[in-house]
């Protein structure tokens, strides 16, 4: 303590001489402005020289913003005025602390954004403003303006719509929408990966293994887990691998774990001091403490740790106003020392706080102290009542879960039925052409024996025969591909228009019985419902066109396996029709899904270029490789025969090339 001391009497020494010069100076700008005699441009760099002088803390800071607010108003400088809506919503100064008013001036700004010239400045008008919605837990709004920021953000703003893509993905997230929350978060990872901002990207995963978290699903969350403790302890980032064990301690509570979370708390413990300095997190990990304590009813050590975290807590501004879960460490705690009437009050108070933030554990952890406070009471009616309503509410959240797993798997049985009735038909067309060879077979015979007579005729008309049998089977094969696609279509709008519109229908009945919870959780299933649906469906090959939709569909192979993946890409720049498109994806699908299926690979290469008006799709692989005369002619490798059948529909040329053991190389040319 003696050394800290000494150290703030060298800061003051160093500091104290500036802080003067600073003082001084804003004074003489002061001066300059209250002396009149300036035109408004004048009066506006003042006034900016004057904000970049005050600290933000300072209250002067606010009154300056207001200025350069009104100013910028007046002069019609809209880029600047939505510069500085925008500053307005970051500052710390005490007298602008509103989010009510720091949305009336975001939305003054994005009311004129046809006369903002700045993309980046329009775009983070509408960052802001759903940064604003999402403080006030007004999570829809902000999702809102999430994405319409998106839109709004120029090319080179590519760090700005990764926020807006990651704050999305949290905004569903605390909405309880696991698919919508999840894409949103890789859409952010992908591009900051892009950018090479390690940091971020490993922040975005871990909002993935939290939101895992969130819906049970802990074996996945812990595995993400383990990847980031692995590479935080590659960079010697000790705090960020305290901050993953402490969320892995949780999920351990959660499960009821308890011998495993204590080791995990202690494990922190022993690494402890961590780097850098996070008072809040050691806060955090002192309430751990206290609750596991209180939880195992060993009062001595509950109430060890609870002096350390009370000692800790002035370290933290405004935690005891934002974080209610102190309010159920003193519960146990009261509880544990039979303060009861104290307990059932702090319980109570825990639980109304938590309610408004639809955090499911924080929920159901004070609905079970205030069941159990009351049950010490002997208050045995207020009790049954308190655990019947958490009984409903557990059972509200795994129906809703029940519906998103029936929809899920609907949409999985019409996709294998649609699939096994192409298998039945393209069976068929191989008897046909089966019997049609014979025929084929028999017609030669005979004419061969009329040619020896001198008869030609039979010949020509056999051969004519051949040739549009031959058209009508690769017509067939192409409409049976066409009605697939359509066939899809139609699954994912019958699910959106059918399922969805059932779902409705139950949340309208369930909103007739005033049941919050469960339309709640209904809201969230029709969502998820809608995401399956849009599935279906290669949305990102009409957004994004071919060549970034096979960027992506190789660097999720390149996430989620062990493949070694490397590619060339060109940018094809509307080269082919969006048939030629559909296909080419298809048939890159097909192949990629037959590697990882068969071919026991371990690195694969796949390439996409044009020459001249020649477009060529190259996949190899170093797997096992198959002979390709014996796979063709057998009925179980249908996807041989989808791939010859996908490229025939688009006039192109395949080529296989695979001996066994030597891996297999696929190519593709399609005529722009």
Known sequence: MQLNNIKLFICCLFFAPLAAVFAQKRDSLEQVLEGGNLTSQEELSTLEMLYQETPEEDSLSGVYLRRLLELTRKLDDKDKFGSWAVAFFHSQSPGVQSVEEKIKFLKEAASQEEK??????????????????????????????????????????????????????????????LLNAMEKYQQARDIYELLDDKDYVNYVTGGMAILFSRFGIYEEADKIRETLIEAYRESNESGEIGIQLYNRAEDLRKQNRYDEQLATLLQIEEMRPLEPERPYFDLMLTIAFANYFGKKEDIQQQLSYYQKAKELIPSVPQFLENNPSWLYTEALLMRNQRKTEEANQLAIAYLKKVKPTNDMDHIIRGMEIVAQTYEDLGRTKEAAATWKNLNSFKDSLNSANKTTTFAYYQTLYETEKKEREILDKTRELEEVSLKSEARTRLFLFVIGGLLIVGGGGFLTKSLQQAKKEKKLQERFSHELLISQEEERKRISKDLHDGLGQSLLLIKNRVALSRDENTGEMLDTAISELRAIARSLHPMQLEKLGLSKATEQLLDQIDRETELFVSAEIDQLDDSLTKVQELHLYRILQECLNNILKHAEATAIRVCLGQKENEIQLKIEDNGKGFDFSERYHDFQSLGLKTLKERTAAIQGIMKVSSEKGKGSQFTFTVYA
């Open 116 to 177: 903002i010239q700045d993309s980046r400045v329009k775009g983070n008008v509408y960052l802001k403003l759903g940064g604003a919605f999402f403080n006030l837990s007004r999570f829809d709004s902000a999702i809102y303006y999430y994405q319409e920021s998106i839109s709004r953000f120029g090319p080179g703003d590519s760090i700005f719509v990764a926020d807006a893509e990651f704050f999305a993905g949290q905004a569903y997230d605390y909405q309880g929408d």
